[in-house]
């Protein structure tokens, strides 16, 4: 037996409603309002935007998290600089769930240099249906079938340089660890299961190409995005198993007749090579791609996905809070496809998916995101900081 995995996760689709209830109407009541002592607090570096949140699943129970974001100038006397964003949540559940995570980009030296990272820690009762889109469409969720626990925790840093105008290039390093525990007998008779191991070390290093002409990363009304990245997992940094992936990232926005209307699209791939462990698979399902769909459920080597999406802000008579007048509520919807295949010419079955969402600025082009993604016979719910893409 190989021994090898990691994973993912997400809150299931019976999230009551009662999460965007407490979430959203927290997060107002502690945002700045025109006259008030918070927004004069907004003329400073600093601002942090603070959230709590009740939920519940049939996996992790009565689910509460908290956390918030934090924005801020590395050089506050450059106008131009763009603000450094770091989301964070933490939550805790009556199963014994523990999840971590924060999703962080910073800017230094007048955008000469950026430097991200992506934070997770799960510890958590999860499922696993398998390899392949057949296995994730006909394999019956439960007990027996696909439940099992998962400890994983991931660290992901990337520092890029910009080398002419909108062109960046940088390196990445990949650090992540899962262990599954508790396993169902769907789970533990599974071949991947049985071939990479319940306990996996991974770790990489890699190539990052990026052009980013951008207005706002976080929420762009204009510009494009194109990245491809190429990250090399083995033994050299202590890693348990050897295997490449290759990202490709592309994403257009465009204004429709004034700011804050906005048609951006996006089309993504990420390709695995060697001896890729199950829980390293390229997946659909998460929070920033197929919304609808469980992190996880679809999984293989090699997933592709297209999406188009529109974002309306509302127009008022009076200034917000930020001195515009631009209402700080909106709406997106959207449209999509993906597929997941051991190649890219190997995608035999096209899960659709389409979804609705309401958007509340919570700093000035900083959204706090309440998501309902439709998938083939799933409805999934999200609450997030900032745009999907």
């Known amino acids: 037996m190989k021994k090898r995995m990691k994973g993912s996760g997400r809150c299931s689709k019976y999230a009551l409603a009662v999460l965007v209830f407490f979430y959203s109407g927290f997060v107002i009541f502690a945002q700045e309002t025109p006259g008030s002592e918070k927004a004069k607090e907004t003329e400073k570096n600093f601002r942090f935007s603070p959230f709590v949140a009740p939920a519940y699943t049939p996996e992790l129970g009565l689910f509460v998290a908290g956390g918030g974001l934090l924005t801020f100038k590395t050089s506050p006397a450059d106008e131009m600089l763009k603000r450094s964003s770091v989301p964070f949540s933490l939550g805790v559940s009556t199963k014994e769930a523990v999840i971590f995570s924060t999703i962080m980009d910073t800017y230094w030296t007048p955008d000469r240099v950026r430097v991200s990272a992506d934070i997770w820690y799960k510890d958590m009762p999860d499922n696993y249906w398998g390899v392949g889109y057949d296995a994730g469409r006909n394999t019956e969720k439960g007990e027996d079938t696909t439940a099992y626990r998962r400890i994983w925790w991931q660290v992901n840093p990337r520092v890029t340089v910009r080398i002419h105008e909108n062109l960046f290039t940088g390196v990445n390093l990949d650090f992540n660890r899962t262990q599954a525990k508790e396993l169902s007998p769907g789970v533990a008779a599974d071949s991947a299961i049985q071939e990479y191991g319940l306990d996996n070390f991974n770790s990489g290093a890699g190539l990052i190409l990026l052009y980013d002409s951008r207005d706002i990363p976080v929420n762009a009304y204009s510009g494009t995005y194109l990245s491809g990245t190429a990250t090399f997992y083995g033994g050299f940094l202590g890693g348990d198993n050897t295997y490449r992936i290759f990202d490709f990232d592309y994403r257009q926005y465009l204004s429709v007749q004034r700011p804050g209307r906005t048609i951006a699209w996006q089309l993504s791939t990420r390709i695995g ?75 035999g079955n096209i899960l659709p998916h389409a979804g609705v969402g309401y958007r509340y600025e919570v700093q000035p082009r900083m959204n706090l995101r309440i998501d309902v993604g439709f998938g ?14």
């Not at 996880?296 to 200034?319: A, C, S, V, W």
């Open 376 to 389: 083939v016979e799933t409805l999934n719910f999200y609450v997030n900081f900032n745009e999907a893409f």
């Open 273 to 347: 090579s060697g001896d890729v462990p199950w829980g390293e698979l390229s997946q659909l399902g998460t929070p920033f791609d197929l919304r609808g769909y469980t992190w996880g459920q679809y999984r293989d080597k090699t997933m592709l996905f297209g999406i188009i999406e529109y974002r309306h802000k509302f127009l008022k008579n009076t200034p917000n809070a930020f001195g515009r007048y631009e209402s700080r509520h909106g709406v997106v919807g959207w449209v999509g496809a993906g597929a997941v295949g051991r190649e890219l010419d190997d995608f």
